[in-house]
């Protein structure tokens, strides 16, 4: 009895001994890739957190909230979410869904007021899924005078900024992202609720969940532990320019928060707590076009898959901050980054999500054989061109001009093909959106780019007739 109760003792003890290990060993793992993208961004903090069937599994920060003060990063730092605020503007209507006191299919005339006729079609749905073919008014307010963005603004004004100019499209007729959409759903909530739209989902929302940090960002006011945010330029670190805060804080951005309430926010999600399950599946679906095609744009969530297992997540980016929620449904996996600089929180997530999800990431994937030689090396001289400032008839006009105005993109991939010593294929797959900046994607190639230190991986989005869409890190 007693060799029998000792066997089953030391059995345990080796089983939790080789758990631990497991868990120190991942910790060791995340905080790696933590840190190799701070050495190689030009990011100064990341905040972030690993969550399991609503668990916190990880949470820490890395770097610095404030440069000048030099303040680490902590989970407890709080950051702009930029677009990531888009998720709880939706959240908002469809509680309004479910109380019956807004339609998906009624137009968003109905509940605000003031609207130009030629959006008397726009419905609730329309503008959740970004689907309305409404001009995106920050594009707008970039071609008016350079001092407007200091202005102050209300919901009426940047409405107005757009009111006047022709829809893209006709409603449905097809997806394209313009924050105009939810400014509109902000005012909705303001008008049918009774309430600010802040204190809308404060009372039903953050409140409820103790998500105490969660709020609408007011640049007057004293705010502990809130990071400064910062831009990379002339190789060092900036303060961002004054933006005023009433242009980015409407519905489609603005809020505030730390890796620890969007955790209580990620465990909500498992529940009935806030939303039903009926309604958080509406808003994590594909939505159907005009054509019967779909789009992977639910309410607030982007729907997809990143090899075979399904995600909804949801970035964000305003000057001196990048966000990403990415939730791997199926898996039961969270990951939360959130950044005060330009970065690509995105990539970060998945790399992290890469630890705990075998075969999720390119650089853990045994490379396949090349079936196009002779592309790879075109792929890898169009990439060198890039770098060089060099136009290659391998580009897309819609890349090339959008790659022209990303300083940090061009300084990254100037640093890899100076040091790239090989340029390997990996693999390819479908990709996990149809189109990218309008044009229709056939396939994402992988690349390895041997360097002097450390392998880069590239995703080269390509079109039917092998043009480059688009080209990402991978790694």
């Keep these: 009895m007693n060799i029998a109760y000792w066997r089953l003792r030391v059995a345990f003890c080796a089983v939790s001994v080789a758990l631990a290990l497991t868990g120190s060993l991942r910790a060791d793992q995340i905080d790696g890739c933590a840190e190799r993208y701070l050495k190689r961004s030009n990011v100064p903090g990341i905040s972030l957190a690993v969550l399991k069937e609503g668990k916190i599994i990880k949470a820490k920060g890395y770097g610095l909230a404030n440069v000048e003060l030099n ?113 509109l759903l902000a005012m909705l909530i303001r008008s049918v609720s009774g309430k600010s739209y802040d204190g809308f989902l404060t009372e039903r929302v953050w409140g409820p969940l103790g998500m105490s940090a969660t709020r609408r960002d007011n640049p007057t006011e004293v705010i502990p532990n809130r990071a400064a945010l910062y831009n ?27 890796v620890l309430d969007l955790g209580k926010w990620d465990a909500a999600l498992y529940t009935n707590r806030i939303l039903s399950s009926a309604s958080l599946e509406q808003m994590w679906s594909p939505q159907k076009l005009n054509n019967g095609d779909k ?68 650089d853990l994937t045994a490379a396949q054989k090349d079936p196009n030689p002779e592309l790879s090396e075109r792929l890898k001289k169009c990439l060198v061109e890039l770098a060089a400032k060099k136009d290659s008839p391998l580009l897309t006009a819609e890349f090339r001009n959008s790659f022209s105005t990303s300083r940090q993109r061009f300084a990254a991939l100037q640093n890899d093909t100076r040091e790239m010593k090989s340029f390997t294929f990996v693999t390819s797959e479908t990709p996990r959106a149809p189109r990218r900046l309008g044009v229709p994607i056939e396939r994402v190639c992988y690349y390895k780019n041997g360097t002097a230190e450390d392998p880069r991986f590239y995703a080269i989005e390509l079109t039917k007739d092998n043009q480059v869409g688009w080209v990402d890190f991978a790694d």
């Design 232 to 258: 990379w330029r002339s190789n060092k670190f900036e303060n961002i320019q004054f933006i005023s805060p009433t242009l980015w804080n409407n519905g489609d951005g603005g809020l505030i928060s730390t």
């Design 71 to 183: 303040v680490a990063a902590t989970p407890e730092t709080i950051y702009q979410l930029a677009s990531v605020t888009k998720q709880f503007t939706a959240t908002g209507v469809m509680l309004l869904v479910e109380e019956g006191k807004v339609r998906l299919s009624d137009p968003v005339s109905k509940y605000v007021t003031g609207l130009p006729a030629g959006w008397s079609n726009i419905t609730v749905r329309h503008l959740l899924s970004m689907t309305s073919g409404i001009k995106d008014y920050l594009g707008v307010v970039q071609g008016l005078a350079s001092n407007i963005a200091r202005d102050d603004f209300t919901y009426e004004r940047i409405v107005e900024l757009v009111a006047d100019l022709p829809l893209n499209f006709e409603p449905g007729e097809r997806f394209q992202y313009s924050n105009s959409n939810y400014i």
């Design 295 to 362: 789009s992977d744009y639910g309410f607030g969530w982007v729907t997809g898959q990143l090899r075979g297992h399904r995600t909804v997540s949801h970035g964000g980016g305003r000057p001196g901050t990048a966000t990403q929620i990415t939730r791997f449904v199926d898996d039961h996996l969270t990951v939360i980054v959130l950044m005060n600089g330009p970065g690509n929180p995105e990539r970060l997530s998945i790399q992290i999500a890469g630890q705990f999800i075998t075969g999720l990431t390119v």
